[in-house]
């Protein structure tokens, strides 16, 4: 018996259920878990598990950290070229080399999602000890100094239900963060202090496209050792300056979808 065609028909079959489980994540609104996929695939969870395996390697999906699969940074790149996302970090990914160049620390650039915020291109900083890498994860608005701008600028809303607590320094009740969100409004400019992440500073202020809708965040990052007050003060000046020099099109507009958190 010739053992080709069979190897043929089981490599197909793999290929076609693994284009299915990436269709399913495509579709998807939001992140979805693994029992879900497996469920509606009828896929065993051992298959399913080497399938989405082999996807995350390519870069075609990741998992968030809550453990959900979503669409990976390969896809999320190519995605970003031929949208209007896409045209923002091209007219931003100077303004992200001239920041990271002149503090050394990590520069990025962030937009609503449907429930969090998405991070679309970062500078690294030049120090071993530095923020992580922030492009294609998805941060709580509340807990992020990117968030705090969007949500006070309008492009986006707080998100129903309750807010997690990520850090003892996390702002989770409504009252307080509607204060908060007050505040930026009127400075212009948001910060974070272990709020996502314990020893992690992040300044943050808004860009906006010609008729003034703020379409993104343009933030800085690093450790709490190195982003005292003195240094905060410094950045904002600095994003602020970069950010006013911009002169975005009405084309380019928010991630925003209606109805969304």
Do not use: C, Y
Request: overall charge positive; aromatic content about 2%; cysteine-free.
């Amino acid at each position: 018996m010739n053992p080709a065609p069979t190897k043929r028909a089981t490599g197909t079959q793999a290929v076609d259920r693994a284009a299915d489980l990436l269709v399913q994540v495509l579709n998807a609104d939001s992140p979805v878990t693994f029992s879900h996929l497996t469920t509606t695939s009828g896929l065993a969870k051992g298959t399913a598990s080497r399938l989405i395996s082999a996807l995350e390697r390519k870069g075609l999906l990741q998992r968030n950290n809550q453990g959900e699969i979503e669409t990976g940074l390969t896809l999320n790149r190519f995605a970003l070229r031929s949208s209007s996302m896409g045209r923002l970090v091209t007219r931003l990914q100077p303004v992200l080399d001239v920041i990271g160049s002149s503090t050394g620390e990590t520069a990025s650039l962030a937009v609503a999602g449907i429930d969090s915020v998405e991070n679309i291109a970062q500078v690294d900083a030049k120090f071993l000890l530095s923020s992580r890498n922030w492009v294609g994860q998805r941060v709580p608005f509340h807990a992020s100094a990117a968030g705090k701008v969007l949500l006070a600028f309008g492009a986006a809303q707080i998100p129903e239900g309750k807010l997690e607590k990520l850090t003892s320094a996390t702002i989770v009740n409504k009252s307080d963060l509607e204060n908060e969100i007050q505040k930026v409004r009127r400075s212009g400019f948001a910060v974070i202090i272990d709020e996502l992440e314990p020893g992690l500073v992040a300044v943050s202020v808004p860009v906006s496209n010609e008729s003034g809708t703020v379409v993104a965040a343009l933030s800085v990052s690093g450790p709490s050792t190195r982003l005292n007050q003195t240094r905060i003060n410094e950045l904002v000046k600095l994003l602020k300056n970069e950010v006013s020099k911009l002169s975005l099109p009405n084309s380019i507009r928010s991630n925003r979808k209606k109805g969304a958190a």
